[in-house]
C-alpha cells in the first residue's frame, strides 16, 4: 500500500513540476510586465524599467530559458518564488491568502462529495421516480447556471430574507465584519456567517456534478450479478445496495474527484470574487490583470499542489475500496 502511494504522488509531483514550467513559459510569452510602467506620467525611463524587471526576473530581453533557469535555482536553494511587481514576496502572498481558500474549498468539497454521492445513489435506487426526476432536474439547472450567476442569486435571496427578518441574519461579503467587537464566539460566528453563502454556492456546484455522475455509476452497479447472488444469500435489498453496490460504484467515482478538483478550484476563484474574498482566486485573477509573472506562476504552484494532493487521496482510497490496484 504504501509503496503503491509513494509511486503514484512522485508521478503526480513530476505533473506539478511540468504544470508549474509550463505556466511561468506561457505567462513569459503572453503576459507584458514592462506595460505596467509604460502607461505611467511621467514615464520612467527604458533603463528604469528594465532594472525593476531585472530585479523581478522577468525582464523579456532576458531569455525564458535563463528566467525559468533562475526561477527553479532560487525556489530550489532559497525557497523564493520571487517578488511580486508590489513588492512582496509571493511566499509572503500565498501563506497570507492561503487559508482563506483552503477554508472554502476544503468545507465546500466535504460537503458536495458528500451530498453529491447521497443524491446519486439515492437517484439510481429510486430511478424514474418523482425523487430521481427532482434531483436530475435540480442539478442540470444548477450545472448550467454559471458560478458568478449562482453566488449572485445566493446573494439575492439573503437580502431577501434580512429584509423579511428586518435584521441582518445572513452576511455575505468579505471573510468577517471590520471592527467587530466581543469576543472569540462573536469573531468565530461573524466568520461563519460570512463562510454561508460562499461555501453553499460552492457545495451546489459540486454536488450537482459529482450526483450525475454516481448515478451512471450506481446504475451499473443495480444490475450486476453479485449483487442478486447477495440477495439470493438472505441479504436485504438495502444490505446489499450498501455493502456491495455502493462500494463499487465509489471506485470511479474516487477518479473523477482527482479529475474533477480543477474545476472546483476554477469555481472557488470566481466564487471568491463574487463573495469579495481575498484568496488564492483573486490573486491569480489580479496576477492575470497586472501581468504579475511571479505571482501568476505561485498561484498556478499552489493550485497544482492541491491537485496533487486531491489525486493522492483519490488513489488512496480507490486502493480502500479495490485492493486489486495495489499489487
Known amino acids: 500500500m504504501i509503496g503503491f502511494i509513494t509511486k503514484r504522488f512522485i508521478n503526480y509531483a513530476i505533473l506539478t513540476a511540468i504544470a508549474t514550467l509550463s505556466a511561468y513559459a506561457l505567462a513569459s510569452a503572453i503576459l507584458n510586465p514592462a506595460a505596467r510602467y509604460l502607461g505611467r506620467n511621467p514615464r520612467p525611463s527604458d533603463e528604469t524599467i528594465n532594472a525593476i524587471l531585472d530585479n523581478l526576473g522577468v525582464n523579456p530581453n532576458t531569455p525564458v530559458i535563463e528566467r525559468m533557469w533562475n526561477w527553479i535555482v532560487n525556489l530550489v536553494t532559497q525557497g523564493s518564488l520571487g517578488e511580486t511587481i508590489h513588492n512582496t514576496t509571493v511566499v509572503s502572498e500565498i501563506a497570507a491568502r492561503a487559508g482563506t481558500s483552503l477554508r472554502l474549498l476544503i468545507i ?6 458528500i451530498f453529491g454521492v447521497v443524491l446519486g445513489v439515492w437517484g ?3 430511478q424514474y421516480r418523482f425523487s430521481d426526476q427532482a434531483i436530475s432536474y435540480g442539478s ?3 450545472l448550467a447556471i454559471p458560478s458568478f450567476v449562482l453566488g449572485i442569486l445566493l446573494m439575492i435571496l ?4 434580512n429584509n423579511f427578518l428586518g435584521m441582518q441574519l445572513i452576511s455575505f461579503t468579505g471573510e468577517y465584519t471590520a471592527g467587530l467587537e466581543g469576543g472569540w464566539w462573536a469573531h468565530f460566528w461573524d466568520r461563519a456567517v460570512h463562510l454561508l453563502l ?3 454556492s460552492l457545495a451546489l456546484m459540486g454536488a450537482a456534478a459529482y450526483s450525475r455522475y454516481q448515478r451512471s455509476a450506481m446504475l451499473d452497479v443495480l444490475s450486476a450479478d453479485y449483487i442478486r447472488t447477495a440477495r439470493s444469500k438472505g441479504r436485504t435489498r438495502g444490505s446489499a445496495m450498501v455493502r456491495h453496490g455502493v462500494r463499487v460504484a465509489l471506485i470511479p467515482m474516487s477518479t473523477y474527484f482527482a479529475y474533477s478538483f480543477a474545476t472546483v478550484l476554477a469555481g472557488a476563484a470566481v466564487t471568491e470574487l463574487v463573495f469579495s474574498w481575498h484568496g488564492m482566486g483573486e490573486m491569480l485573477v489580479n496576477a492575470i490583470t497586472q501581468s ?3 505571482a501568476f506562476t505561485g498561484a498556478i504552484l499552489f493550485n497544482a499542489v492541491l491537485i496533487l494532493i486531491a489525486g493522492t487521496l483519490s488513489d488512496v482510497v480507490y486502493a480502500a475500496l479495490d485492493p486489486r490496484v495495489r499489487v
Open 124 to 126: 439510481a435506487v429510486r
Open 140 to 142: 442540470f439547472t444548477i
Open 292 to 294: 504579475d509573472i511571479n
Open 198 to 200: 460562499p461555501t453553499i
Open 108 to 113: 465546500g468539497t466535504i460537503i458536495a462529495a
Open 158 to 161: 439573503a437580502t431577501m430574507l
